[in-house]
């Protein structure tokens, strides 16, 4: 499968002021794949090391953190030699040797010449923050597939084209709209973990059984995540992440008449109440990677987060398929419903996902009164609003007062219909939610 972020790491690799980089992301999006792509692909030789297989790894860094007595000492290890010009280097979940995540300061000093990368799941869960190699190294967040990286998974390459080549402020051609927005609901179901994508992929010729093996997988992995939080959250904290991270679930499914909510503190943790004693386990899911937060603000003046309350958001899971299958959704609700107002969670959590996967680091909602627009984005110092339609009525009374109220430059509108530009409002379909800001960009 090709991702979207191999063009980044390219140049990461090409430049000459590199410092070592740390993939983060949850579990199971494929950081492991990635980097031993990349090392296949754009190096001579990949050194791999994975700190959680094999704990004795970490015992090379406790001696001290000489970078050259720590590659000799990895290359005993392997019983390889390395070529520090031309090899990479790949620390796999870093997060269990916090003196070889430290050491990373020292080959950037030192050996800044050698290319390293690291991945880890839970880096901001295990280490603190003296462990961590402040301005020594780059960071990069990896997420699910995104809608076009599932294209690219099943090998849609006419349609990856298509998209490509097309002025997205006009409509793309029927046909291919159609086949586009059966494709997506396939993605609602299937998510955009590797594995699903694998299982669902392995099928093609029966659907019924393909979205029955996504679904399978997919909760062999919640069963994984879920030891996960047991074994790095301690036995105290176990029981409250995951009846918060199920609670999540429960409370964008219990919109089933519109869009996701704020989220509400009474009653998510039976016994717990208000933001304070939530925060914790609201902060390991995010820090996790497993939750998307969206703050709401009322003022969409920039920067906007100076407008955001602590206490104040709505959440969203990381992955729409895991979503699904959480709230016991069947594929085939999905699959045939016409997304009028129904379920319009499941297109809103669509769009955080894509949003955050083409670099949106915070996302905000805004509300004022009875009015709301699902997502407010900054880009290039203006504040664009994001309207999610998950039928063909684009019509918005939100919309309208918002538009009164601050006059947007731009206004961007996700919905079934097609492309098309009409004034300042960018109408497009809701597949293509992670071009909406780069709609001239090329994607691969």
């Not at 980044?8 to 590199?18: F, P, Y």
């Not at 993605?187 to 393909?210: H, Q």
């Amino acid at each position: 499968m090709q991702r979207k972020m191999i063009a980044q790491l390219v140049e990461w690799k090409e430049r000459t002021n590199r410092k070592p980089l740390i993939i983060k992301g949850a579990r199971q999006v494929g950081k492991t794949w990635l980097l031993r792509h990349f090392g296949e692909c754009y190096f001579t030789k990949t050194h791999y090391f994975n700190f959680e297989a094999d704990q004795r790894l970490g015992e090379l860094f406790q001696q001290d953190l000489n970078p050259q007595r720590i590659l000799n000492e990895l290359q005993f290890y392997l019983g390889e030699e390395m070529d520090p010009q031309n090899d990479l280097i790949i620390f796999d979940e870093i997060q269990q040797a916090p003196e070889a995540l430290t050491s990373l300061k020292y080959f950037q000093e030192e050996r800044s010449e050698i290319a390293i990368c690291a991945a880890g799941s839970l880096l901001g869960i295990h280490l603190s923050s003296h462990s961590f190699p402040v301005g020594k190294v780059e960071f990069m967040n990896l997420y699910p597939l995104t809608f076009i990286e599932f294209l690219n998974g099943i090998e849609a390459d006419q349609l990856i084209e298509l998209i490509n080549n097309h002025d997205l402020t006009t409509p793309l051609p029927e046909m291919a709209h159609q086949r586009l927005w059966e494709l997506w609901k396939h993605y609602l179901v299937v998510g955009g973990l590797p594995e699903v994508i694998n299982s669902y992929r392995e099928n093609p010729d029966n659907l019924f059984v393909a979205m029955e093996s996504a679904r399978t997988e997919q909760q062999n992995l919640l069963n994984g995540y879920m030891v996960d939080i047991a074994k790095h959250s301690g036995k105290s904290n176990a029981l409250q992440i995951e009846t918060l991270w199920l609670n999540v679930v429960n409370q964008l499914a219990r919109e089933q008449d519109g869009g996701a909510a704020k989220f509400r503190f009474r009653d998510a943790i039976p016994g717990v109440r208000g933001y304070d004693r939530l925060q914790s386990p609201i902060d390991w899911l995010t820090e996790a990677h497993l939750i998307l937060r969206t703050s709401i603000i009322s003022q969409p003046s920039t920067p906007l987060s100076a407008q955001a309350k602590e206490n104040s958001f709505k959440l969203y899971l990381f992955d729409s398929g895991l979503l699904g299958a959480m709230s016991g959704m069947d594929a085939t609700t999905i699959l045939h419903y016409n997304f009028g107002s129904y379920q319009g969670y499941v297109a809103e959590n669509f769009v955080a996902q894509e949003l955050r996967a083409a670099g949106v680091e915070r996302l905000y909602s805004w509300q004022r009164r009875t009015s709301e627009i699902e997502f407010i984005v900054e880009n290039r110092g203006d504040a664009i609003p994001i309207e999610v339609k998950s039928g063909r009525n684009t019509r918005a009374k939100s919309l309208a007062v918002y538009e009164g109220k601050y006059q947007p430059d731009n206004i961007i509108i996700l919905s079934a219909k097609n492309s098309h530009l009409i004034g300042n409002r960018h109408y497009l379909p809701i597949y293509l939610a992670g071009l909406c800001l780069e709609t001239s960009l090329p994607i691969f």
